[in-house]
T-cell receptor, first 114, second 114 residues
Framework: AQKVTQAQTEISVVEKEDVTLDCVYE???????LFWYKQPPSGELVFLIR??????QNEISGRYSWNFQKSTSSFNFTITASQVVDSAVYFC???????????FGKGTHLIIQP | EPEVTQTPSHQVTQMGQEVILRCVPI?????FYWYRQILGQKVEFLVS????????KSEIFDDQFSVERPDGSNFTLKIRSTKLEDSAMYFC????????????FGDGTRLSIL
């Protein structure tokens, strides 16, 4: 069974600051997948990124970057030069071992203050 | 961009009544899912559906729940004899294939049981 821990319940920063959201996962599977989703105040879940267990390359997409480290079972998400529109709950999730369903962490509520 | 659509956006039902939540997955997707999110909590997997049958279900998905693909476009979640604790946001999702492909979520149906 998978488990995802997002230890940061809430983070508040001032606009333009950089912020990192932590995600630690647990799995016994050798093949697994990691995801980040964003849930803005309107409530929908927006897919941000997917990583498989064989690809430890970090990824950058505009102001977003992701750091995947198998050695520490972490898949952290960094927003540079944060903006008010980044305010949302961010969920890290995983799937693997032949399971269809995603296992989500409890989410980190990110508040960007103007 | 194709999206998953869910209706209704909000459903209010008396305890003990049956409710059907509807979803139209992305047209070329083959796997369909239901998740629920109790207010303020994490997103929880309920069930996955492929080739007109349940592929996987969580322990939450008991005999009270059922899913169906009544035609070529709709995917429904039925909750029989609703209970107060069924109050939650219910998300439908779809993916091209399973196990590793991103799951794209609808905007959710907020179910309120009175």
């Amino acid at each position: 069974a998978q488990k995802v821990t997002q230890a940061q319940t809430e983070i508040s920063v001032v606009e333009k600051e950089d912020v990192t959201l932590d995600c630690v996962y647990e799995t016994r599977d050798t093949t697994y997948y990691l995801f980040w989703y964003k849930q803005p105040p309107s409530g929908e879940l927006v897919f941000l990124i997917r990583r498989n267990s064989f690809d430890e390359q970090n990824e950058i997409s505009g102001r977003y970057s992701w750091n995947f480290q198998k050695s520490t079972s972490s898949f952290n998400f960094t927003i540079t030069a944060s903006q008010v529109v980044d305010s949302a709950v961010y969920f890290c999730s995983t799937s693997g071992g032949g399971a269809d369903g995603l296992t989500f962490g409890k989410g980190t509520h990110l508040i960007i203050q103007p | 961009e194709p999206e998953v659509t869910q209706t209704p956006s909000h459903q209010v039902t008396q305890m003990g009544q049956e409710v059907i939540l509807r979803c139209v997955p992305i047209s070329n997707h083959l796997y369909f899912y239901w998740y629920r999110q109790i207010l303020g909590q994490k997103v929880e997997f309920l069930v996955s559906f492929y080739n007109n049958e349940i592929s996987e279900k969580s322990e939450i998905f008991d005999d009270q729940f059922s899913v169906e693909r009544p035609d070529g476009s709709n995917f429904t979640l039925k909750i029989r004899s609703t209970k107060l604790e069924d109050s939650a946001m219910y998300f439908c999702a779809s993916s091209e294939t399973v196990r590793g492909r991103p799951q794209h979520f609808g905007d959710g149906t907020r179910l309120s049981i009175l």
